[in-house]
């Protein structure tokens, strides 16, 4: 059954863990997401709420048909390739060994039911009304299929992923189903976005970027020698982050329909997977249209992270 109630109970509530640490779930650590559908089609509204929160969750704001039918989609591509559990219920995602957590060319390549999800109809709306103006979105969507068992992504801020543009860039965080705590969904520290000047060296950084004034500069630019490229996490601990940046991790369980919106300064990670299932997401990017866009997440086909798009700079 497809649907879930945004409802968080401590006394209900499961063991959670991210990175394999066990999370405090003490309302003055944890807590629940605060809602913004009620303002959904009030643009001004969501951009003071952004400044304020540094996130916009929105319950229900896509079609949550069109939802399962991407996830239909993909589904059918990872049973393709026999990394779904046929004797469960395919739509359960149950998952079978052999599938990796991020196959964005498997999985989105030419899948029209999940871009038409995530670049038109309700998600382009919104993003219309929250800009003020013509907007635009990244061509690379970053896919997750993170299968039972597995860990959540580091703690970490987009911005030294996609910082070559526009710093008036937000991700989309869509779930493409349900994605109750235990699967592993996505968890934002509260008010970290306030947290500027104290992260200004994290940041400024550039996952791709190298020293060219080092004694191996020349050799990384002529790609000579192969440059140890920095995987952009702010922290392997939430819960010492936690302590340090303070506030408190917020998360809920997500039905299919919801978005999570957040800006690039916004510190967030997710929880691990406890499940035998999927864990099926999604990451879309927007701006304005008339604002630079990062270099590497544009184009027919994006060079996206790695030699291609590497850059020296003066340290």
């Known amino acids: 059954m497809w649907l879930l109630f945004h409802v968080m109970s401590t006394v209900a509530l499961p063991k959670l863990t991210c990175r394999g640490y066990e999370l405090d779930l003490s309302a003055a650590a944890f807590g629940q997401l605060r809602r913004s559908d009620d303002i959904t089609g009030d643009g001004g509204a969501c ?19 069109q939802v399962l039918a991407a996830r239909a989609g993909v589904i059918d591509r990872l049973a393709a390739r026999g990394w779904i559990d046929e004797t469960q219920p395919r739509m359960e995602g149950v998952a079978k060994p052999g599938g990796a957590s991020f196959m964005p060319e498997i999985l989105v390549r030419e899948n029209k039911p999940l871009l038409d999800l995530l670049y038109t109809g309700a998600m382009l709306e919104f993003y219309g009304r929250f800009l003020g103006g013509e907007v635009r979105h990244f061509d690379y969507t970053w896919f997750r299929s993170v299968p039972g068992g597995e860990m959540g992504t580091q703690p970490h801020c987009d911005i030294v992923y996609m910082g070559r543009g526009t710093f008036n860039l937000f991700t989309s965080w869509t779930p493409i189903g349900e994605v109750p705590m235990e699967l592993g969904g996505l968890m934002i520290l509260e008010n970290s976005h306030r947290q500027q000047e104290k992260l200004k060296k994290y940041l400024s950084r550039d996952v791709d970027a190298y020293c ?44 299919a329909g919801d978005v999570l919106v957040f800006s690039m300064a916004t510190v967030h990670t997710s929880l691990d997977n406890q499940t035998n299932r999927y864990r099926l997401s999604s990451d879309s990017r927007h701006q304005l249209a008339s604002e630079p866009a990062d270099e590497r997440w544009i184009g ?13 700079k003066i340290c």
């Open 47 to 65: 951009r003071e709420r952004m400044r304020e929160d540094g996130y916009l969750f929105l319950p229900g704001l896509l079609d949550v048909e």
């Open 212 to 255: 060219r004034n080092y004694p191996d500069g020349a050799a990384i630019e002529s790609g000579s020698k192969q440059w140890q490229n920095w995987d952009g996490r702010l922290s392997s601990n939430p819960v010492t982050l936690r302590e340090k940046l303070g506030g408190r991790w917020l998360t809920t369980n997500f039905a």
């Open 300 to 312: 027919e086909n994006p060079i996206a992270h790695g030699a291609a798009g590497k850059r020296g």
